[in-house]
């Protein structure tokens, strides 16, 4: 039983490590594409500043919502794991 458990825990938190990595890699891309749709449009219409700012800003802060509900996941997926409290033991015993 122990045994299982650490390694169930082994294979939760590099699943966490995984899915934290793949989704600030996926996450820096769409800002910058979406960064960089923004300056170009300011630099073609100087005059559509704001309102390409304000839409640009919210369109940011949905893209790093994802990133942070991958990071509630991965930390669900450490602390919350059904055999915890058997992994915590076999960790403390040392």
């Not at 594409?33 to 369109?59: D, F, H, Q, Y």
């Not at 991958?70 to 669900?76: G, M």
Request: proline share 2%; hydrophobic share 55%.
């Amino acid at each position: 039983m122990e045994a299982e458990a650490l390694k169930f825990f082994v294979a939760c938190v590099t699943a966490a490590g995984f899915g934290i990595a793949i989704a600030a890699f996926g996450c820096g891309i769409g800002q910058g594409l979406g960064l960089k749709a923004a300056v170009e449009g300011i630099a073609r219409n100087p005059e559509s500043s704001g309102k390409v700012t304000v839409t640009m800003l919210i369109g940011l802060a949905m893209i790093e919502s994802l990133c942070i509900y991958a990071l509630v996941v991965a930390l669900i997926l450490i602390y919350a794991s059904p055999m915890a409290v058997t992994v915590t033991e076999l960790l403390t015993k040392q």
